[in-house]
């Protein structure tokens, strides 16, 4: 019969005292939570490749003999220990070498005539071949060999205090003893693959292909309750009764009238939107995706005029001070000559215009929170870079009103699978039009650039009037990461650019200090900002054109794109340079993507398929800390798959009712947002 999945480990007399410790120390405290523990790649160990003749680049598992082991360097734990491997076929006088920094008990591990298997990156130096810090194991200890080669072999995430085999034989002796009908999931996602099948599979497929099944099989059933909790929470929210706005338009033809250009198709399509949402009586919760100067704001506005004419109050709320004053001054700018009662409400300032009374829009950043400001009758809440804010902060502004609407905005391009798993909750409007009378904002890639030929086009630029960002990657200079420092650089480019007024912005700076250095250079007090990507999300500065990024390299896509995005808001032509080191290929390929096309959802893609959705999004924010099979993200189908099989779960049991498990598993953090 076997043991069942759920037996604890400290039961089952398999495993001993230390083992159980170690488990227990990783979370994993019953059979299926260590079934569950799936290996993080795999290595085919059926025949393994000669010693290559040199680095290749990538990396190799090989098999070879310990023929030399030594240490080299300081005492202590300073040092370095080599191990020199060489072939056991007897025709090859190849050897390569392994090496560890500071880590003296290698020295207890390893001896010559042991027998490894070894996996790592391969490069050359000083004639030799060389791995650092490789993974490996050795063959002559091992109880059960045909578990650890001769095979497709599951390599783990370590575990403190057991052996990478050992991990392997555990999970291999589970398997084999199993009572396979002890393995139930929450859902069966797949009727057509047994369950104990993909368990087996995914620790010890006997090819490639059938890993990959089992571990699509296993993502699948992840994503399924991802998207059971979006679709939960929307039908949840879309359950409640709101309030409805947006019959009258008196304010917003006038604001139409008032407007000395027209918006755009997008603007107009998405105001739509908007008003359908309003007009209907269950509250709005719309994300309004925007590029980098698409125009998000004058939506916003319309939005508001929509919900101000229905005798409601409206909240806008900005991660930053400056960032809120621009919205107050832009508000104020349009709104305030249609009689609108404009507020801004920040840590520093207090401010009204429009006439006496409680304003009838107030824009404002976490102070709008934690003040005294109470409101009447909130009707609608309006976030921008709702990325900035935590899922509470944006529930406590929803919570100063009656469910009101809600409308979020993000500069950031999220591409459409990860907007269907993370914001799927959220009806979307999409801006994918630049407005007219933007300047065209020229990319050029410059691999090696010359700090005089820089100078020279930056002074170019000042000269006629203009302003320059100059970003770099880090704060302060680093022994270990070769790369430009702001802080370093801005002394140079006071003397390079001494005849001008140059800055410095980073993200160590205290929040007052950043407020005025940004607002010097919105004002023009301040030519050049030599900065880090704290600049990112930032204020407009239209007479800003230039902007040059050094290691450029060192950036994801969707980042350059979000940085480039604070230049061209004029009607001056714009330049991005984009500066690199030049050393890889790969990296010169990556930027090509950047000069060659300004779509940000198509930079957002690509920067999906080269670096992967936790970066593209950043995990915390993105609520993806957890997930297990991150890397799925980027399949369109399986995401699709996992909602339409949501979706058809909660048609035929809309409350759950039937399926305790999967109700326990509902998260409902207030209004997503």
Not at 154 to 171: F, L, S, T
Not at 230 to 245: E, F, I, M
Request: aromatic share 8%; glycine share 8%; hydrophobic share 40%.
């Amino acid at each position: 019969m076997g043991f069942n999945a759920s037996a604890e480990l400290a039961e089952l007399g398999f495993l001993s005292a230390k083992e159980i410790i170690a488990f227990s120390a990783a979370k994993l405290s019953t059979v299926q939570h260590v079934l569950d523990y799936l290996p993080r790649r795999y290595e085919d160990r059926r025949q393994f490749a000669a010693f290559p003749a040199q680095a290749t680049g990538g990396s190799l598992c090989l098999r070879g003999v310990v023929v030399d082991c030594q240490r080299k360097g300081g005492g202590g734990r300073k040092g370095v220990h080599e191990v020199v491997v060489g072939t056991d076929d007897g025709f090859s006088d190849s050897t390569i070498v392994l090496r560890w920094f500071n880590m003296p008990y290698i020295a207890k591990m390893l001896a010559v005539g042991h027998e490894l298997v070894f996996f790592g990156k391969l490069k050359e130096a000083a004639g030799k071949l060389i791995i650092d810090h490789p993974d490996f194991e050795i063959i002559n200890d091992m109880v059960d060999a045909s578990v650890h080669v001769d095979r497709i072999v599951p390599i783990y995430k370590n575990i403190a205090g057991i052996p990478q085999r050992r991990v392997r034989e555990i999970i291999y002796g589970f398997r084999a003893n199993l009572n396979s009908d002890s393995l139930r999931g929450a859902y069966q996602v797949d009727h057509s693959y047994p369950r104990v099948d993909a368990y087996r599979e995914v620790h010890f497929p006997e090819n490639m292909a059938q890993a990959q099944a089992a571990r699509r099989f296993f993502a699948l059933e992840e994503f399924f309750i991802l998207q059971l909790n979006v679709a939960w929470r929307k039908s949840r929210y879309d359950a409640q009764r709101g309030r409805v706005l947006g019959k009258k338009t008196s304010l917003l033809k006038a604001f139409y009238e008032s407007l000395p250009f027209d918006l755009t198709g997008a603007q107009k399509r998405s105001v739509k939107e908007i008003v359908g949402d309003m007009r209907r009586p269950r509250p709005m919760h719309r994300m309004l995706q925007g590029d980098v100067g698409s125009g998000k704001t004058f939506v916003a506005m319309c939005a508001a005029l929509l919900a101000i004419e229905s005798g409601a109050q409206v909240a806008l709320m900005a991660p930053t001070q400056i960032l809120a004053e621009q919205h107050f001054l832009t508000s104020c700018k349009w709104l305030a000559p249609l009689g609108v009662q404009v507020g801004l409400r920040t840590s520093a300032k207090k401010e009204d215009e429009g006439g006496a009374g409680q304003a009838q829009l107030l824009v404002g950043t976490h102070a709008l929170l934690y003040g005294e400001e109470t409101f009447e009758d909130l009707g609608l809440v309006i976030i921008d870079e709702q990325h900035k804010f935590g899922v509470e902060q944006r529930s406590r502004l929803i919570q100063k009103g009656v469910m009101p609407d809600v409308l979020v905005m993000t500069a950031t391009p999220i591409p459409r699978t990860l907007t269907l798993t993370i914001y799927g909750d959220l009806d979307v409007s999409l801006l994918d039009e630049r407005p007219a009378g933007r300047g065209k904002v020229i990319t050029a890639l410059r691999p090696k650039a010359k700090v005089s030929d820089v100078t020279k086009f930056v002074k170019q630029q000042l000269d006629v009037g203009r302003q320059a960002y100059l970003v770099y990657p880090l704060v302060e200079g680093s022994e270990s990461f070769k790369a430009g420092s702001a802080t370093v650089e801005f002394e140079k480019w006071q003397k390079r650019l001494s005849k001008y007024e140059v800055a410095l912005l980073h993200g160590k700076v205290t929040a007052d200090e950043k407020e005025s250095v940004m607002a010097d250079f919105r004002d023009g007090k301040t030519d050049v900002l030599v900065a880090t990507t704290v600049i990112e999300v930032g204020v407009d500065v239209p007479n800003a054109n230039l902007m040059v990024i050094y290691n450029a390299e060192r950036f994801g896509l969707s980042q350059l794109h979000q940085l480039r995005g604070r230049i061209g808001r004029g009607n001056h032509k714009s330049y991005c340079v984009l500066v690199a080191d030049g050393k890889s290929s790969a990296a010169l390929e990556k930027l090509q993507e950047l000069v060659q096309t300004d779509d940000g959802f198509k930079i957002a893609e690509a920067d999906l398929r080269l670096r992967g959705p936790g970066d593209v999004m950043g995990t915390q924010q993105s609520g993806l800390t957890d997930l297990k099979f991150i890397e799925y993200l980027a399949d369109t189908d399986l995401v699709r798959e996992a909602r339409r099989l949501a979706d058809a779960l909660l048609q035929e049991d809309p409350y759950l009712a039937a399926h305790s498990e999967l109700l326990d598993m509902m998260v409902d953090d207030g209004v997503r947002a």
